[in-house]
Structure formats: structure tokens, C-alpha cells
């Protein structure tokens, strides 16, 4: 289990059969389990399973799925569907996600609980089909207007998408807000082999506020729009609020050798992989470096960081960008020592040993005799 | 221990099958799997390949770029993949139409006529695949010939049962033809 908080906690874990599914297959899946009876999207490279899934089987289970005639529309399809209560997904990649950013703000400020899949491709532009997660700024610094947070989880395995496929529907219940799964395109299209965990239902506050029909009741309305200042600075401070509890208590993260590491590696997604194999390499080695995982993307775990203390002498990044979660990583040390970034783009991914030899490249001193 | 395969060729020799029956061989066997497609472009003309780690162990990176087995199912794979095969790996080759002998000696090779063994001993020469996963698993220790029918049990046969024996005998002409002629 990885340290930090979260205010789902589940107990009672059953190993049940597995299965060999395709990450998207098993988000699609996962999406089901959870109670997703809605869905709109429309289909791109390298998201389309999730949406063919969806197509196929959520008729079985009397949900609906909708082909919608552009991302634009699939997100407002959302909007609408939370606006009324029920658990509803759209799942896409990069492009698709651009065109969602105006809908997403509105779905934000309406605080409706909508997941969202991002399956990055190289980008920007209509870029290019290989893995990226040159989508980190986007997800965790807006991308449509006006001051806002997604709560962001990056899984790096095909269990993980599944497990926090599931979690994904319950945060963004639990506090109101729209719920970002972020994932490389191979984390999409690889298969590996998962299980469906039985676990409890989390507590969960009523949806007393869903357009759900107002017999008996007053009637509630879904709107962002608010002329008078005074109020739109009233529903900034609570949104605000809100967003500063979802940072004290959601930031999840793993890590891995580090407590008497000298260095940290930091990455998420397959890139984190990909440096637990460069970190076991370089142990190998006699050099004192360990891997942070953040978990959360937003909040990104600072908590993470603190525990570290002034112990650390540097960090490297791993990253498929020109260098964007680095950013958050100097914020969280308030640029204490040294960050340094090691990274592809444009889908290509590193290799552990281009990671272990930038990481000597940028840390000398870590290696025995280094200078 | 830990195998990891690339398995490429032409799109339409199944090599995503390949690969697909491979993990899940491993996961049936309680080993830990991975399958990772090209995806995009490359499914759409020229060389389509998979990557296949099995192992005993955690699979921390799932991106194969230095093979331990190579399954060249055509020229292309052949030129594409061989440099990558760590020293003393396996590369498995189709020589139904990989004519071109593979320029490394610290290698071990087998050169499988696949598809005339496909047709000549199974009868169905489509599935060629099959023999050279037959062909591949006679060196391979991680899994067996049994896990491998196991797996093609559920993917294959669970909806078209009386493809089971058919694939179990090109499994065992591609294991047979290894062992027979000592390669």
C-alpha cells in the first residue's frame, strides 16, 4: 500500500479470478464494476478500447453508451449526466482531451462529479500515436479556464488503472469534483494480468443537490453563472476550500529504497517502471538512489518531499515531456538541491540504462571515486 | 528468471496472438506477465510486432528494449530485431521466407521452415505461428508445451473447441522438429 492519506479507506481485500485485459479494457471494466452507467465519448488512438467496451457492454447492465459527434459534445453529455446524479465516464487522448477543456471548467465550477481518462499521445498538435505524458501541465494546472483543480491519479500497471478506476468514481463523490485518470499510451494498450478486488462501498454524501426532479422539494439548479461579484468571490472561497482539503488528504504516492537513499529518482506512470528498473541497476551498483512515485498528480505529494527532509542531495525526473511534473518537484523542495530531468519525447521511451547513465551523467558524486 | 520476447512479422501471421497466448501461458503458470502491442501506424502496413515479458519475479520495466528471445516472422523482423537480442539469447526465425542468414555468432538460432511444416504436418498452413511457438518452447524453461495448451484452452477453444487438437499437434511438430534435428 503506498503511504500518504486518502479518505477512501477499504478493508476485506478478495483475490478473485484473473484476468489477462488490456489497460483500457480493464479502466472500461473497472468503470462498470463501479457503478458507471453512462458514457460519451468519442473514439481516438490509443483510447479506442475503452469506448468500443463501453459500446458492448454497458446495454447488459441498463446503461447507455453514446457516440457523440465530437469531444466537445461527449463532455457536455457528462455535464449533463452528473448534473443528474449518475455515475457517468468519457475516456480520450490528448487531442480529444484539448477540445473537452471548456466543458470540464463548467463541469469544475458546477462541482460535478465527471471521470475523465486522458490515454497521452505525443503531442502537441494532432502529434503523433506513441506513448507521452506531455498532458502533466494540462492535468494538474487547468487547461480550461479559471481557477480550478482535477483531482489526478497516474497509475503505472494494468491492476492499478483498475483499482484506481474505482477509486476515481468514489473521489470524485466523496468531494464533489471532476477526477482525472491520466495514463501513457502504453499503460492503455498493454495487457497484464488483474484481478477485481472485493471491496467495500465507501461512506458517501447524498446527492441531494442532482437535478433529479423537484417534486416535494425545491427545485435545484446547475449553473456557473454569477454576475454579481460578491458571490462569485463567495463560491471561489469554497471552491477553494475544498481544493485545500483535497491537498491535505489525497496525496498519495509510493516509494521504493529510499530511506537511505542519497538520491531520489522521481517519475509516475510507465516511466516509473521503467526507473524502479534503473534504480535496482544502479543499487547494484553501490549507489544510494531510491524512486518516489507520485500516485496523486494532483495533489502532488509535497508530503512525500517533506518526509525526506534535507537528507537528499538531488533528484532526477523521469518524464515523456520537455520537463513539467520537474517543476512541481523544485516547488516541493523549495529548490533546495539540485532537480535535474532525464527524459524522451514525441513516443519514444528511455531505457533503464539511459536513465542509470543520465543519472551518473548529473550525479558524478553518487558514483564510488566520482568527483 | 525472466524472459523477454519480441515476436514480429507481417500483420496477419499472428504475431499479437503469439504474443497474447504466451502471457497468458505465464499467467496461468503463476508467473508474472506482460504484452505490450505497436500499436498506431505500424498496424497499418510493414513490420507489426509485440513484447512479451514472462517472469518469475516483479516485471518493473514492461518495455522490452534488449530481448532475450527474437521470433522474426519475416525479413524485417529479422533486420529489425536481431541487434537488439542480448548476447547468448534465442532468435527463432521463419525460414519459410526469412532467407537471409541472421550475421551474429553469439546467438543461439533456429531457422523453422514454419509454414511447410504448418502444412505438410498439420494440415493447415496458417498456423505456422504455432509451430515456431512450438519450435521456441523447446528452449525455453520458463513455460511448457502444457501451459501453453492450457492457455489456448481458454483463449481459443473456450468458443471453437475443435481448434484445440489441431493447434496442440503444430505446437508439437515445431517442438518435435527442434528436437529431431538437434538445433
Redesign the interface.
Known sequence: MAPGSSTINRKRVVALK?Y?LKGNEAIAEAAIKAGCRLFFGYPI??STEIIEYMAKHLPAVDGSFVQAESEVSAINMCYGAAGAGVRVMTASSSPGMSLMQEGLSYIAANELPVVLVNIVRAGPGLG???PSQADYFQATKGGGHGDYRLIVLAPNSVQELVDLTRDAFDLADMHRNPVLLIAD??LG?????VVFKELEAPSLPDKTWATTGAEGRPRNIITSYALQNEIGEANCLRWEAKYKNIAATEQRWEQYMIDDADYVVVAYG?TA??A??AV?QARQEGIKVGLLRPVTLWPFPVKAFAALGGKVKGYLTVELSAGQMIEDVRLAINCAVPVHLCNRQGGM?P???EVLARFKEVFPNSVEGGV | MTEKIVISGFGGQGVMFMGKILAYAGMLADKEVSWIPSYGPEMRGGTANCSVTVSNQEINCPVVTKPSIVVAMNTPSQEKFLSTLIPGGLLVVNSSIVKEEANRTDVKVLRIPAQELAADKVGKASLANVVILGAMLAKMDLLSIQDVVLAIKEVVAAKRPEMLAINQQALEVGMSYVKENNL
Do not use: N
Open positions: 484473473k489477462l488512438t490509443p503523433g500515436l506513441g499510451g502504453i494498450q498493454m495487457m497484464e494480468p510507465t517502471r521503467i524502479k528498473a535496482q521511451v531505457s533503464p540504462e
